[in-house]
Structure formats: C-alpha cells, structure tokens
C-alpha cells in the first residue's frame, strides 16, 4: 500500500522540479526584448520556492516526518542531518537568490553573473536535496512506520494545497501566483508569448 502522503511528497517534488527547470530555462533565454516580463516571471517563481516549500512543504517533514522516520530506522540519522541542514539553509538562500536577482534587474548585466551562478547552485542543491529524500528517507519511511504514524502524516501532508501538483482544488491565496507565472512565463515553458 502507497501512502498518501509519500504521493504527496513526490508529487510536490515533481512540481518543484518543474519549476526550478523552468527557471533555468527562463536563465538560459535571458531577458530579451521583454525585460520586465522577464524579471517579474523570475521574481514570482522565487516567491513560489520561498513561500510554498520553505512554509509548508519543509515545515511537515521536519517536524513530523524525520522524526518518525529517525526513530523506527535509526541508521537514516545522517541522512536527517543532512536534510535538515538543507532545510535550515534553504530559505536563507533562496532569500539571497531573490536578492540576487533584484541587484541585477536594478543595477544592470554587472550583478547578472552572480544571479547566474547562484541560480545554477541552488537548483543543483535543491534537486539533490528532493533525490535524496526520494531515495533514502521515502523508502525508509514505507518500510518502518506504523498506521498510526500514517494516519498522521496523512492528515497533516493532505492539507498542504500546492497547485503545482493539480492534486487539489485551487487555492485563492496561491491561485494568483500560479496563473502569474504560468501566463507569463513564455512558451514553451510556459504560456505566455
């Protein structure tokens, strides 16, 4: 049996996946003809990975799943230690990312490479960061929680409302986001012109 909220954890992940692909290749096509366009898909895709996984997504897995996970499958502990250092850092550098990327919008192509690098970085981290919990703690989890530690997680991960996952009903609070970027993202990523 699949446990909701191992398909809601995927399921997130994918999402996110998605975006940070997308920011990239938003990177990779520069600014163009439409810099405002531009730097505001890049800005509203930056809050998405600020508000979204930093609030809700990161909260439940440290302070509900890891701890379970800990206790019924020990020799997970480094991995735990790792994740949550991850966790702790990662809203710290998406902060300095969205900074980043303001100096470059309001100061010029000097500030672009440091945006660039750190964009790159950061993916690259937050990606590893999504495998790892995919390949060891999931795994671990299915194999060592109880039901009573599913019923909880279950409750408490079904009521995240991520619409990148188009699992769940549209959220007014994120709905407006969601149609921001994906209306103005630029073909193929997204649907914009």
């Known amino acids: 049996m699949v446990h909701a909220t191992l398909h809601i954890i995927r399921d997130e992940h994918a999402g996110l996946a998605a975006m940070l692909r997308s920011?990239?290749?938003?990177?990779?096509?520069g600014?163009?003809?439409?810099?405002?366009?531009?730097?505001?898909?890049?800005r509203a895709m930056l809050f998405y990975i600020d508000e979204f996984p930093e609030r809700q997504h990161h909260p439940k897995e440290s302070d509900l799943l890891f701890p379970r996970v800990l206790r019924a499958a020990p020799e997970?502990?480094?991995?735990?230690?790792?994740?949550?250092?991850?966790?702790?850092?990662?809203?710290?550098?998406?902060?300095e990312l969205q900074h980043q990327l303001i100096a470059w919008e309001v100061l010029g192509e000097s500030r672009k490479p440091d945006f660039e690098v750190a964009?790159?970085?950061?993916?690259?981290?937050?990606?590893?960061?999504?495998?790892?919990?995919?390949?060891v703690i999931l795994p671990a989890a299915e194999k060592?929680?109880?039901?009573?530690?599913w019923l909880?997680?279950?409750?408490?991960?079904?009521?995240?409302?991520?619409?990148?996952?188009?699992?769940?009903?549209?959220?007014p609070v994120y709905d407006r986001l969601f149609t921001r970027i994906v209306m103005?993202?630029?073909?193929?990523?997204?649907?914009g012109a």
């Not at 909880?152 to 959220?171: I, K, V, W, Y």
Request: hydrophobic fraction near 40%; glycine fraction near 6%.
């Open 31 to 42: 600014p163009g003809d439409a810099p405002e366009t531009f730097f505001d898909v890049l």
């Open 76 to 95: 997970t502990v480094k991995t735990i230690q790792r994740l949550e250092l991850d966790h702790l850092n990662g809203e710290h550098r998406v902060r």
């Open 152 to 171: 909880e997680l279950d409750a408490a991960f079904g009521s995240n409302r991520d619409l990148l996952t188009g699992q769940h009903p549209r959220d």
């Open 119 to 135: 964009a790159r970085g950061y993916v690259a981290f937050y990606l590893e960061h999504m495998r790892l919990e995919e390949a």
């Open 144 to 149: 060592s929680l109880n039901q009573a530690d």
């Open 23 to 29: 920011l990239l290749m938003m990177l990779d096509r």
């Open 184 to 191: 103005k993202t630029p073909a193929p990523i997204g649907l």
